[in-house]
């Protein structure tokens, strides 16, 4: 095993703490905001997954499910964005309470 081998390795194990650590405060948020966050920590972590496993398999083809990972985040994130910003859980966008 080269150097190059061990640094892919420990990363992915990085990777993996962080990710459980999202999975804990997802669970254990307290508001929406912390779950959107902590939610989006556990993707980030999934794609750079899938980037490392890339790179230790030498595998090209995993780099365009990342690329395809990142693109459907990016719209996620914005839909989690709306979602923590409403005020209220049953109010529609755009109508206002009287």
Not at 58 to 85: C, K, M, Q, S
Request: net charge positive; hydrophobic share 60%.
């Amino acid at each position: 095993m080269d150097i190059a081998t061990w640094v892919l390795d420990g990363s992915l194990i990085l990777i993996s703490i962080g990710a459980l650590a999202a999975i804990y405060r997802a669970a254990a948020g307290p508001t929406r905001a912390d779950r959107v966050v902590a939610a989006e920590l556990g993707f980030i972590a999934a794609v750079g997954a899938i980037v490392l496993v890339a790179l230790r398999l030498d595998e090209p083809v995993l780099f365009d499910f990342a690329l395809i990972a990142v693109l459907i985040g990016f719209l996620a994130t914005i839909g989690l964005a709306r979602l923590v910003t409403s005020r209220s859980p049953g109010r529609r966008a755009g109508r206002r309470e009287s």
